[in-house]
């Protein structure tokens, strides 16, 4: 290792996630021990604005025991064609897979996803021996989670066990990580040309979890899992799907949540959209002490009111179509009444004209005809 004294923290982002990646890294210094160096390092791959480039130093200024800088990695990518499979989770999910390449003064990297806060020491995470694994990780809880649905028979998570048996994983449970925490053994992964086996596996396969995915394939069995404390994810999208774990499992993810030490808002469900959101308390205690709080507050707001709009909308198209509806239903009705309303007077006629059988025939249709002539005129209001 040619620089043992400082531990390098590695975040990822783009500027849409700027203010939340002040969070993080406010969150970590704010944790540190004085007596410890640390280097954060920033791998983006657009023009990040001066004005928060400034806002960063400000941040970092606070803790004398802290240097940041910022790394443009597009030239790491430029011949390969990578995207994310899901909404909320952009191309900077494939940042990490470099950092062995482009950080080659260290054998050793910790990497955090920048949609988490950090509760305790990063250095005691560094701390791991990682023997002759590429990773230190922690198994994914909520794949554990949508694994148990689909086991308990949910039909809309079946095809997630399905998918994880034909990547060649034996007990997905135990023997996947998710990819938001993790200690690299950038050494070993340089030795054997791990990036560019990522890069190349992403590219060429179409997976479900575009950036973690090739990540577990290429390193299956070479990982050392860790407590599920380090990375605490706040996913439970269906209510009582944690219930549905193994009593193991299930005690695994309680301990966490009792005393997490890193909280991971992995899903689409972030703190910054939804307030109130599990564990989001652990977010606003480190976002409302950055530069960036009134922004993430606007961005808070201006969610809740283009949610409440779309609402509005929706809304307002169900009355349009309910009104729609009744305008159609209220013409067939007086087109219906008016053929009635000439039936019941042609029989009232025919019925005082005929005698007999034929006399008995035209009144009964008369009285028909009028009962529905009746209803319809009390119905529409004529």
């Not at 990682?130 to 079946?158: H, P, V």
């Not at 960036?292 to 609402?311: H, M, N, R, T």
Request: glycine content about 2%; overall charge positive.
């Amino acid at each position: 290792m040619l620089n043992n004294k400082i531990i390098p923290i590695v975040l990822t982002t783009d500027e849409k996630f700027i203010p939340y990646t002040a969070v993080t890294l406010y969150s970590i210094a704010y944790n540190s021990n004085a007596d410890k160096k640390y280097e954060v390092i920033i791998f983006y791959d657009d023009d990040i604005d001066l004005k928060n480039k400034v806002k960063f130093d400000y941040i970092i200024n606070q803790f004398p025991n802290f240097s940041l800088r910022f790394i443009n990695i597009k030239k790491y990518f430029e011949k390969y064609c990578l995207k994310s499979n899901i909404p909320h989770v952009s191309k900077a999910t494939f940042y990490r897979y470099v950092i062995p390449d482009v950080l080659h003064e260290y054998d050793k990297v910790i990497y955090l996803d920048t949609d988490l806060v950090v509760n305790t020491d990063v250095s005691e995470l560094y701390e791991y021996d990682l023997e002759n694994n590429y990773f230190a990780a922690c198994c994914d809880n909520s794949l554990r989670q949508q694994i148990s649905l689909a086991l308990s028979g949910m039909e809309s998570y079946k095809h997630v066990d399905e998918y994880f048996k034909r990547l060649g994983f034996v007990n997905v449970m135990e023997d996947y990580f998710n990819a938001g925490v993790l200690v690299f053994n950038t050494k070993l992964m340089r030795e054997d040309n791990l990036s560019q086996k990522m890069l190349e596996n992403a590219q060429n396969n179409n997976y479900i979890h575009s950036g973690q995915d090739p990540m577990n394939v290429c390193t299956y069995n070479r990982v050392k899992f860790i407590p599920l404390t380090w990375n605490t994810m706040t996913w439970e999208p269906v209510e009582g799907s944690l219930k549905l774990l193994s009593e193991k499992y299930y005690n695994e993810y309680m301990d966490a949540i009792k005393n997490p030490k890193i909280v991971h808002y992995a899903a689409y469900v972030k703190p910054w959209f939804y307030n109130d959101s599990f564990l989001s308390e652990y977010f606003w205690k480190y976002a409302r002490m950055t530069p960036f709080y009134e922004s993430i507050i606007q961005v808070g707001y201006k969610f809740v009111l283009d949610s409440a709009k779309k609402d509005v909308y929706e809304k307002i198209n169900s009355l349009n179509n309910d009104f729609k509806n009744n305008i159609n239903n209220i013409l067939l009705y007086l087109v219906k009444f008016k053929q009635i309303k000439q039936r019941y007077l042609k029989y009232r006629i025919l019925s005082s004209l005929t005698f007999g059988k034929l006399r008995q025939k035209y009144k009964e249709k008369r009285i028909k005809n009028k009962e529905l002539y009746i209803h319809l005129k009390k119905y529409i209001g004529v």
